[in-house]
């Protein structure tokens, strides 16, 4: 052992001073000095054979050596950007110097991908990384993780401090921030970055220390786009509060305390209940019932809408199954879906699977796709998703409609069945003839391209019966009933019942 690596260094140490710019500086001096010597053979020997060494020497040394930290020439593997990141770690402690350990993200990547498409956002990241590596020395070293990040790790020196790494950090920003040419026009791009000094980080291993740079990069991504945090021991504090908030929630989605509640959607021709929308509700055992402003943030951020989804489709598929075992007949369950599950190419083969679980035909289930998905210039799964599950037979429900921007084409490429006219046009739409203008203009546009409409959030006998006058096909909202849990839905729809048919209809036919 001991022999093979004395080998390996006096290799190594050759192997320095051949591949080093300076020994090049020599090779004529040597040829000449060899022809003096030893005439012509030994000057062709020496012009020959010198060159070759180099050559071999730096072939059998790349072999020997994984990754060469001395020689990044590019973005490493994941792979290699750990060993070389657990080398510079033992470096660092061994001669008692400072590094750092920088996560470097693409602001707004999400909304490129919608806006530009697959390929466009690939070209911008890869900018990105170039722009990113120019700001960095050559024995530094870096890796690309996922679309839009990258890691990078400092080699120690002697002055690296706080100061240091936030320029870095400034400079690295203001490269990335140059337009970046897209089909001929620029675009704009920023990027926030989290780093952590190795001593900032007296104890843990490199991973940790890797972890660290992430957890600055959170805190960074959090306060808005283009910022630059280092990690603190508050930092450490507060990833600790957001892992336990994870476990927390983690734990609340399988015991059950993260369920749908359900508010009802009536039909303003004959009055009967047409659906129930599903919202998510947190019954927390201190906190009391916590509703989906709370907690939705948070799970976007964790990565765990996809969980609370399949969470929200069990329990709402479930009630449909109570339902129709009590006759109580409730043709659909409105179901919100975010752009993330939407993304996921898995989605139509899992809800085809769920669906049968529960003996559910596709039509009994409406698909709730905000209007700001729709707008954006979809990728392709979205695409693929949404008209897949139309396909299907799933009822493509448009909601928050006239907040975002759909076109008139996107409505008919994602095959909506209906749209779900925005709170903020039926409010006080019976009172004020400018809301009750943007409402009808809505409605007439909804009847002309054949969609059924719903007006959300009716709140009052004169805007349900306003909607109906208008035309609009069902009612949702405070004024027919709040959200409620499925322990109560069956007692809310008899006593509805009873009512409808005790009092005159407030239908079309009453305007
Ligand atoms: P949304 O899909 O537009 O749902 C309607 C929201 O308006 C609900 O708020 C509902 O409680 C509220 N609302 C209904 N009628 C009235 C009314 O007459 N007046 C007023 N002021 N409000 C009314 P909630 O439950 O807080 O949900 C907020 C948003 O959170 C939902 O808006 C939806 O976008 C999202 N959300 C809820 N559950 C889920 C879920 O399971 N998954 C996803 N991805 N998003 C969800
Ligand atoms: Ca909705
Ligand atoms: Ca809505």
Known sequence: MRNHSSIDRFIRSLNSVFNSPSALAFIPALSLGAFWIGGERALVSIALGLPLAITGLGA???????????????????DDFASALNEVFAETCRKGEDSACFAVVLDDYTQLLDL????????????????????????????????????????????LDLEACIQMSGRMQSAVEEPIMLNGTGVYMSCSIGFCLSGSFPDGSAMDWRDAANNALLEAQQNGPSTIRAFSSETRRRAQV??????????????GEI?????????????????????????????????PNVFLPFAEHADLMGRLGQTMRHYAFSAMRDWDQAELYVPRIGINFSSDELRDPGLIDRLKWELDQFDLTPDRLAVEVLETVFSRRPDDVITRNVTGLATMGCCID??????????????????????????????????????????SAILTMAERLNLETLAEGVETPGEHALMAQLGCDHVQGFGISKPMPVEKTRDWIMSYRSKLNRVPKIGRETG
């Open 60 to 78: 059998f040394s790349s072999k020997q050596t994984r990754p060469r930290l001395g020689r990044s020439v590019g973005l490493l593997s994941n």
């Open 116 to 159: 530009h498409g697959q390929a466009a956002a690939n070209h911008v990241a890869q900018q990105f990384c170039a722009r990113v590596m120019s700001m960095i020395r050559t024995n530094d070293c870096a890796t690309r993780v996922g679309g839009n990040k990258m890691m990078v790790v400092l080699r120690p020196a002697g002055q």
């Open 242 to 255: 957001r892992s336990n908030l994870r476990k927390e929630f983690e734990t609340a989605l399988d015991s």
């Open 259 to 291: 369920r749908p509640w359900f508010q009802p959607q009536i039909s303003t021709d004959t009055g009967r209940v047409t659906g129930f929308e599903a919202l998510a509700r947190w019954e927390h055992p201190k906190k009391g019932v916590l509703g």
């Open 398 to 439: 448009l909601d928050d409609f006239g907040t975002g921007h759909a076109s008139i084409a996107s409505i008919k490429r994602f095959n909506v069945s209906r749209i779900k006219i925005d709170r903020s046009f039926v409010a006080k739409a019976d009172q004020d003839p400018s809301q009750q203008q943007l409402a």
